[in-house]
C-alpha cells in the first residue's frame, strides 16, 4: 500500500500532534457549545409551552398560613407529594407527613393516588387505601390531606369529565371529615300562573301529505362561459399579481406552531 | 436558533469526523499497512452513518449518540499504532456495542417501571456477580453488564416501592462487589446508589446514616482485602516526561511507552498528555447531557436512571483517572467506553443507549404537549 517517505512522516507527525490537540479542544468547545443551544432551545420550548409536562393544577380551597387560598401548583405526571422541599408537590400543613403520598398521571383514568404508610387521603370525602387504584382523581376531584383541602383542574385536552366514574361510598365513621358537607337547599318551582302562555306549545297532529318532487320549468340553454385567455385578463394598476406562496419548510411550520 | 443548533452540530460532526479520519491516516502513511487505510475509510464513513441514519430513525440524541462514537473511535485509534488486528477487532465490538446501544434506547421506551422489570433485572444482575462465588470457573468480565442490570432494578424499587427495599438491591450488590475483591466497582456502586437516595429521598436523616453503614462496610471489606491488593506505582516523572504533552508515538523512532495494556495508557502514550487530557474532558459534556435528560424526564424512573447512569459513568471515568495517576490504590480500571473487554463496552454503550432513549421519549413528549395545548385551544 502507499507510504510516503520518513522525512515527510516526520514532518506530517510533528504537524499532527498539534492539529489533534487543536482538533479535540475544538469538539470540546464544540460539545459544550451545542449543549448550550440544545439547554436554549429547551428553554425556550417551556416558555411558549407554560404547562408542558403537568397535565394540570391543584388549587388551594383549604390551606394554613404558609399556604393560603387560591395558591396553585402545576401538576406534573409523576411524582411525590408532601411537606419536604424536595417533594414535587409541597404541602406545608398540619398532618401532611414529609413524604405523604406518591401520585401518577394514566392516560383515559386519571391521575392515580397512592398513599404511603399511615398517612390518610380522602378524595371527595372518601378515604384511599394505601393500594387503592379504584378512586384517581379527576377534574374537579377534590384532594384532602391533612389540614389541607384542594382541588384539582386538568388541562382541557386532557380532562376526564365526560367519563362516568361511581365513587365508591364513604366509610362511615373511619375517619373524621372535616370537609364541610354540602347542605342540600330545597329548590321550590315557581308557580305558574293560570292563564300563562306555555313556552313551547307542539303543533296540533296532522295527518301526512305525501311527499311529491317539485316540477321544475325548463332552463334555457345558455352558452357555457369560458375561461378568459390570461393575455385578456385586465391589469389593473398597483395591483401587481400576487405570487404563488413559497413552500414553507418543515422546521418554520414548526416554529411557527411553537410561536403560537 | 435552528440555524444555531444545526451550526453547532454539524461543526462537530464534521470535526469529529476529520478527526477519525487522521486518527488512522497518519499511521497508515508511515507503514503503508492495508488495515489502516481500511480503518481510516471504515471507522468515519460508520460514524456519519450512524450520526445521520441512525439517529433519525430511531431519534436518539444526537450529542450523546456522537460522543459515545467518537470515545469508540478514539479506543480503537489507541490500538491501531502499535496492533492494527487488534484495532480491527476492537472495531468490530464497537460495532456490536452500537447494535447494542440501539437496542438500548428502543428498549427503555417500551419498558414500563414494573415491578416484574424490577425483579427480573434484579435476578440476572445478581445472577452474573454470584456467578464467579457459586462457579469458579465462570470467569466471564460480567461485572458491568451486571451493574447496568441492577442500576435499572435499582430505579424501578426506588421510583415504586420507596428507598428501604431499593437500598436492599443496592447493599447486596455490593457485598457481593467486594466479596469478589472488586473493591473499586463497590466503591463506585455504593455512592452512586447513596447519590440516588439522596436525590431521590430528600433526606439527609436516611442517606447519613446508610453512608455511614456504607463507609464501614467498605472500610471492613477493604482492610480484610488489603494483602490482595496492589499499590500501582504513580508515574514517575521520568516517564512522564517521556510520554511528553504532545505525545511519543507519532514519531517515526517512538519513545518507549510503559503500556499496561489499557487504552487509557496507549492513548497516552500515544497522543500526549494534552490530548488525552481534552478527550477525558469530553465526558463532561456527555454526563451534562445526561443530567439534562434526567431533569426533563416526565417518569420518576427515567429521571432516577438516567440521572444513575451519568453518576456511574462520572465516577468511573474519574476513579479510572485518580487510580492510573496513583491517587487511588486500585488497578485494572478502565474508562467508561475506552475499553477492550466487549462486555464492559457493551454494557456501557447499552447505559448510553438508554440515555439517548430517554432523551428522544423526552422529545417526543414535549411534542405531545405542544399537540394537546392546541388542541386545547
Known amino acids: ?260 | 436558533m435552528t440555524k444555531q443548533k444545526s451550526s453547532a452540530r454539524f461543526r462537530f460532526s464534521g470535526v469529529m469526523l476529520f478527526l477519525a479520519l487522521f486518527f488512522f491516516l497518519v499511521p497508515a502513511l508511515q507503514a503503508g499497512d492495508y488495515r489502516l487505510y481500511m480503518l481510516a475509510a471504515g471507522v468515519p464513513c460508520a460514524m456519519l452513518l450512524c450520526c445521520t441514519i441512525l439517529a433519525r430513525a430511531f431519534s436518539l440524541d444526537r450529542l450523546i449518540l456522537a460522543l459515545s462514537l467518537f470515545f469508540c473511535s478514539v479506543g480503537i485509534a489507541s490500538l491501531a499504532m502499535t496492533a492494527p488486528d487488534t484495532a480491527l477487532v476492537q472495531a468490530v465490538s464497537c460495532g456490536i456495542g452500537i447494535i447494542v446501544l440501539i437496542v438500548g434506547a428502543i428498549l427503555i421506551r417500551s419498558l414500563s417501571g414494573s415491578l416484574l422489570t424490577a425483579i427480573s433485572a434484579a435476578f440476572i444482575g445478581l445472577l452474573l456477580l454470584a456467578g464467579k462465588l457459586i462457579a469458579p470457573t465462570f470467569t466471564l468480565p460480567a461485572t458491568q453488564p451486571a451493574l447496568a442490570l441492577l442500576l435499572i432494578a435499582f430505579a424501578v424499587l426506588l421510583s415504586r416501592e420507596g428507598p428501604i427495599s431499593a437500598s436492599g438491591l443496592g447493599i447486596a450488590a455490593a457485598v457481593l462487589l467486594m466479596l469478589r475483591g472488586e473493591t473499586a466497582d463497590a466503591l463506585i456502586w455504593g455512592l452512586t446508589i447513596l447519590l440516588l437516595l439522596f436525590a431521590a429521598d430528600g433526606r439527609l436523616l436516611v442517606v447519613l446514616p446508610s453512608l455511614a453503614a456504607f463507609a464501614l462496610l467498605f472500610y471492613g471489606m477493604y482492610s480484610m482485602q488489603t494483602q490482595t491488593l496492589v499499590y500501582p506505582e504513580a508515574l514517575s516523572a521520568d516517564t512522564l516526561k517521556a510520554v511528553g504533552a504532545l505525545g511519543a508515538d507519532l514519531l517515526p523512532e517512538g519513545l518507549a511507552v510503559p503500556e499496561t495494556g489499557s487504552l487509557f495508557s496507549r492513548l497516552l502514550g500515544h497522543y500526549g498528555l494534552v490530548f488525552t487530557g481534552l478527550t477525558v474532558l469530553l465526558y463532561l459534556p456527555l454526563i451534562l447531557r445526561g443530567t439534562t435528560v434526567a431533569s426533563c424526564a416526565r417518569m420518576r424512573f427515567h429521571a432516577i436512571l438516567a440521572m444513575g447512569i451519568c453518576l456511574l459513568l462520572g465516577l468511573s471515568t474519574l476513579a479510572s483517572v485518580l487510580s492510573f495517576f496513583g491517587f487511588l490504590p486500585f488497578t485494572g480500571l478502565e474508562m467508561p467506553l475506552l475499553t477492550t473487554s466487549l462486555p464492559s463496552l457493551c454494557a456501557h454503550l447499552f447505559l448510553t443507549g438508554i440515555l439517548c432513549g430517554i432523551s428522544g421519549r423526552n422529545d417526543s413528549d414535549l411534542a405531545e404537549d405542544a399537540h394537546l395545548a392546541m388542541l386545547a385551544k
Open chain 1, 1 to 260: 500500500m502507499f507510504s510516503v517517505s520518513p522525512e515527510i512522516y516526520s514532518v506530517l507527525s510533528q504537524a499532527s500532534r498539534w492539529i489533534f490537540i487543536l482538533l479535540a479542544l475544538m469538539l470540546l468547545f464544540l460539545a459544550f457549545s451545542w449543549h448550550h443551544t440544545d439547554r436554549k432551545e429547551r428553554r425556550d420550548r417551556f416558555k411558549n409551552l407554560p404547562g408542558a409536562g403537568t397535565v394540570g393544577e391543584l388549587v388551594v380551597l383549604s390551606g394554613s398560613d404558609e399556604l393560603p387560598v387560591d395558591t396553585w401548583f402545576p401538576v406534573p405526571r409523576e411524582g411525590v407529594l408532601g411537606s419536604l422541599r424536595s417533594c414535587d408537590l409541597v404541602i406545608p400543613c398540619p398532618g401532611v407527613s414529609s413524604h405523604h403520598l406518591d401520585f401518577s398521571w394514566q392516560d383515559g383514568t386519571g391521575l392515580l393516588i397512592r398513599p404511603r404508610v399511615g398517612c390518610e387521603v380522602l378524595i371527595d370525602g372518601v378515604p384511599v387505601t394505601r393500594r387503592g387504584m379504584d378512586m384517581p382523581l379527576v377534574h374537579g376531584s377534590v384532594l384532602q390531606i391533612g389540614s389541607a383541602v384542594l382541588r384539582l383542574q386538568l388541562f382541557a385536552a386532557l380532562s376526564h369529565t365526560n367519563r362516568t366514574f361511581i365513587p365508591p361510598q364513604p366509610a362511615v365513621g373511619s375517619f373524621s371529615d372535616p370537609m364541610p358537607q354540602p347542605v342540600p337547599i330545597p329548590v321550590q318551582y315557581p308557580q305558574e300562573p293560570v292563564n300563562a302562555q306555555p313556552v313551547f306549545c307542539p303543533p296540533p297532529y296532522q295527518e301526512p301529505v305525501p311527499l311529491q318532487m317539485p316540477v321544475e320549468p325548463p332552463m334555457p340553454v345558455q352558452p357555457v362561459p369560458q375561461p378568459p385567455v390570461p393575455e385578456q385578463l385586465p391589469v389593473q394598476e398597483g395591483s401587481p399579481q400576487a405570487p404563488a406562496a413559497p413552500r414553507r419548510k418543515r422546521a418554520d411550520r414548526w416554529k411557527e406552531d411553537w410561536s403560537e
